[in-house]
């Protein structure tokens, strides 16, 4: 269902900007979601049918790669945009130390993961407080992001920035994106803890 969405919207964004889909950072980072969830779900469909520990620790590995990939690509598509409407400088510095923070802290949790079988092949964190840090911070962040998109296009307001329907229009889209990805967050959050707290 993610990767069907991912590919409604991914078309939907390049749709007549095919050429400049690559000078175009909000696309790209679109793109790179794309293709991350789509990779994601083709080792996490396999990772399923594994048995062996080799094969299995291997196809964890990059299931969470692509996981926390497509988690920070689809933040990068919230922050750019945010950092596009903003018009302070230092609130934009915040954002993209916040967006390479989530990328190392991806890597963090790629690092900190193992198979285990329960009974099928499956990622579990090695460190508990390792997966409850990422979820966290992930959470914090789509909040943030949330409340940022209102206050910029003044989406539950009669006046203020949004008042162009097309400005407006923009705004609930991302509103919409960034709650479903909160949402998404939350469930990653008992994915990844779940096994832990059996």
């Not at 400049?20 to 049918?49: E, G, K, M």
């Not at 299995?56 to 689809?74: G, K, M, S």
């Not at 960034?178 to 967050?185: C, E, M, Q, R, Y």
Request: glycine share 10%.
């Amino acid at each position: 269902m993610l990767l069907q969405a991912s590919q409604a919207a991914f078309f939907s964004a390049i749709n007549g900007h095919v050429k400049t889909l690559f000078l175009h950072r909000r696309r790209l980072a679109l793109l790179a979601f794309q293709l991350c969830v789509s990779l994601y779900s083709i080792f996490q469909f396999a990772s399923l049918l594994l048995l062996a520990d080799l094969p299995c620790q291997i196809a964890v590995r990059f299931t969470l790669l692509f996981d926390q990939c497509a988690r920070v690509a689809i933040l990068g598509l919230g922050i750019w945009k945010v950092i596009d409407e903003s018009a302070f400088k230092a609130e934009k510095f915040v954002w993209i130390v916040m967006l390479v923070l989530r990328v190392f802290l991806g890597g963090v949790v790629v690092s900190f993961t193992q198979k285990n079988f329960i009974p099928v092949c499956f990622p579990e964190p090695t460190q508990i407080f390792v997966g409850c840090i990422a979820i966290g911070f992930d959470i914090a962040l789509w909040v943030l992001l949330l409340m940022r998109i209102v206050g910029l296009w003044g989406l539950f307001a009669d006046q203020g920035r949004g008042g162009r329907s097309e400005g407006k229009s923009q705004g609930y889209g991302m509103f919409l994106i960034a709650l479903t990805v909160l949402g998404w967050s939350v469930v990653g959050g008992y994915i990844i803890l779940g096994p832990v707290m059996l």
